[in-house]
């Protein structure tokens, strides 16, 4: 028996809930085990108990043993007087707590409870539950995905909010960071973030019609184009962005910020960054037309961009590479961009909006987007529980990230059904 699992059964109403008495025999009913308290103070507060023929509403201190309440010190604390009840596994020292009925539930306790949660935490796999989740009904862990990517969305989301701030509430500003941040894809976002931050949107889009001086911007800023170069394309480049760094006054971020090593050249970030010029070059009013725009068929066009002609035959500034051929970002890049940028910003405005038919909406495109496959996704088929899109696969990278590593099962649906079942 460890604390959290006691806890837990108490919470969730685990032990023989018929026939209970306090340490001085009177009948005791627990009404409501009230609210988990995760803040300093006693455990459960708000509890409902019913001694006799009195109920009691109340707070609830839990302990594995009764002389825990001593070794805590809650006899010097006014917080923990007059609780509703004292409920301890061992009642190993009698009238501990002063005027509070106590409940011992030590033999009160499901064999299957402990056993179940034995194996659970002492599974030597990766997903602990691998064998046992399929025994818990569909609709249960479809409602708990749900509730995980509202939780994955909630942690992402407080971020942007204060990258919303930070930008004076500009919503295309927000949106060009993170699509920028997206566009660097796990190994580069960082530096693809600080590159967007370190060009106004404004001088971007003041440029916008002249796709080599979006270009010279980008490369330029990202510090690429500090070199001795040979092919006139990178020079051409190289002349615009003296010119327009002095006029504007921009800094470069540091060019070795950026990840080459085992990267596929398709995902260099040269060819992503030519890919983002691409973007700002063809779009006007991007922010607007996300925005108001709910399905993959609209979506899909407004980012399908291809580098320009330089990178046919180019991953690297001067290094011809002949049979590549044009570098568009690709339809699981889109995807991946849907899913990890139009779905968040359009549910984050329309929350800021309190515009609930516009989340639904967001969470609708999500649906849309077939599921992502990565080795989490994979390791979860592998143990029986495929994600039907993008929405899923979200939440169960949030729950083995969030849950199933750190053996959070006591705080998790399926843990919850697994240990509950007596079979
Ligand atoms: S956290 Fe939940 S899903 Fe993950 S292993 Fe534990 S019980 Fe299974």
Same mark, same amino acid.
């Not at 009913?29 to 009195?54: M, S």
């Not at 194996?119 to 862990?141: E, Y």
């Not at 890919?275 to 068929?297: C, V």
């Given at each position: 028996?460890?604390?959290?699992?006691?806890?837990? +059964?108490?919470?969730?109403?685990?032990?023989?809930?018929?026939?209970?008495?306090?340490?001085?025999?009177?009948?005791?009913?627990?009404?409501?085990?009230?609210?988990?308290?995760?803040?300093?103070?006693?455990?459960?507060?708000?509890?409902?108990?019913?001694?006799?023929?009195?109920?009691?509403?109340?707070?609830?201190?839990?302990?594995?043993?009764?002389?825990?309440?001593?070794? $805590?010190?809650?006899?010097?604390?006014?917080?923990?007087?007059?609780?509703?009840?004292?409920?301890?596994?061992?009642?190993?020292?009698?009238?501990?707590?002063?005027?509070? !009925?106590?409940?011992?539930?030590?033999?009160?306790?499901?064999? $299957? %409870? +402990?056993?179940?949660?034995?194996?659970?935490?002492?599974?030597?796999?990766?997903? !602990?539950?691998?064998?046992?989740?399929?025994?818990?009904?569909?609709?249960?862990?479809?409602?708990?995905?749900?509730?995980?990517?509202?939780?994955?969305?909630?942690?992402?989301?407080?971020?942007? *909010?204060?990258?919303?701030?930070?930008?004076?509430?500009?919503?295309?500003?927000?949106?060009?960071?993170?699509? &920028?941040?997206?566009?660097?894809?796990?190994?580069?976002?960082?530096?693809?973030?600080?590159?967007?931050?370190?060009?106004?949107?404004?001088?971007?889009?003041?440029?916008?019609?002249?796709?080599?001086?979006?270009?010279?911007?980008?490369?330029?800023?990202?510090?690429?184009?500090?070199? /001795?170069?040979?092919?006139?394309? !990178?020079?051409?480049?190289?002349?615009?962005?003296?010119?327009?760094?002095?006029?504007?006054?921009?800094?470069? =971020?540091? &060019?070795?910020?950026?990840?080459?090593?085992?990267?596929?050249?398709?995902?260099?970030?040269? %060819?992503? +960054?030519?890919?983002?010029?691409?973007? =700002?070059?063809?779009?006007?009013?991007?922010?607007?037309?996300? =925005?108001?725009?709910?399905? +993959?068929?609209?979506?899909? !066009?407004?980012?399908? %961009?291809?580098?320009?002609?330089?990178?046919?035959?180019?991953?690297?500034?001067?290094?011809?590479?002949?049979?590549?051929?044009?570098?568009?970002?690709?339809?699981?890049?889109?995807?991946?961009?849907?899913?990890?940028?139009?779905?968040?910003?359009?549910?984050?405005?329309?929350?800021?909006?309190?515009?609930?038919?516009?989340?639904? $909406?967001?969470?609708?495109?999500?649906?849309?987007?077939?599921?992502?496959?990565?080795?989490?996704?994979?390791?979860?088929?592998?143990?029986?529980?495929?994600? *039907?899109?993008?929405?899923? /696969?979200?939440?169960?990278?949030?729950?083995?990230?969030?849950?199933?590593?750190? #053996?959070?099962?006591?705080?998790?649906?399926?843990?919850?059904?697994?240990? #509950?079942?007596?079979?």
């Amino acid at each position: 028996m460890t604390e959290a699992l006691f806890q837990f +059964i108490w919470q969730h109403s685990l032990y023989q809930v018929t026939d209970l008495k306090t340490t001085d025999g009177e009948q005791l009913t627990i009404v409501h085990p009230g609210k988990l308290n995760k803040d300093a103070g006693p455990d459960f507060l708000e509890a409902r108990i019913k001694i006799g023929k009195t109920i009691l509403v109340g707070n609830v201190e839990l302990h594995l043993k009764s002389s825990d309440w001593l070794r $805590h010190g809650h006899q010097h604390d006014l917080s923990y007087h007059n609780l509703a009840l004292h409920v301890v596994y061992d009642n190993d020292v009698d009238g501990v707590a002063i005027n509070t !009925p106590v409940l011992v539930l030590d033999g009160k306790i499901p064999a $299957h %409870v +402990i056993g179940k949660y034995d194996v659970l935490m002492q599974a030597g796999n990766q997903l !602990p539950c691998s064998d046992q989740h399929k025994q818990v009904r569909s609709i249960t862990k479809e409602g708990w995905l749900t509730r995980l990517l509202a939780e994955r969305w909630e942690h992402k989301l407080s971020d942007w *909010n204060v990258m919303l701030e930070n930008s004076a509430e500009d919503w295309r500003n927000l949106l060009y960071w993170r699509m &920028a941040a997206n566009f660097g894809f796990k190994t580069n976002a960082t530096p693809f973030l600080l590159l967007a931050q370190s060009i106004p949107l404004n001088v971007l889009g003041r440029h916008r019609e002249n796709l080599m001086q979006i270009e010279a911007l980008l490369f330029g800023q990202a510090g690429m184009l500090n070199a /001795s170069f040979m092919d006139d394309y !990178p020079e051409k480049l190289q002349d615009e962005y003296s010119y327009l760094r002095k006029k504007y006054k921009l800094s470069p =971020i540091s &060019a070795h910020l950026w990840k080459f090593l085992r990267m596929r050249p398709a995902n260099f970030p040269t %060819v992503r +960054i030519a890919q983002f010029a691409m973007l =700002i070059h063809k779009s006007e009013h991007l922010f607007s037309q996300i =925005i108001e725009t709910h399905s +993959i068929k609209e979506i899909e !066009p407004l980012l399908d %961009v291809t580098a320009s002609d330089y990178w046919i035959d180019h991953f690297m500034f001067d290094e011809l590479q002949t049979g590549p051929g044009p570098k568009s970002l690709g339809k699981s890049s889109i995807q991946n961009i849907i899913i990890n940028t139009i779905a968040p910003i359009q549910f984050l405005y329309a929350s800021r909006q309190g515009a609930a038919s516009l989340r639904e $909406h967001s969470l609708n495109l999500l649906e849309a987007v077939p599921a992502e496959k990565n080795n989490i996704t994979a390791l979860w088929a592998d143990n029986g529980w495929t994600a *039907n899109n993008a929405a899923q /696969s979200q939440a169960l990278i949030q729950l083995y990230n969030n849950y199933c590593s750190a #053996r959070r099962c006591l705080e998790c649906t399926v843990g919850l059904n697994i240990i #509950r079942q007596a079979t």
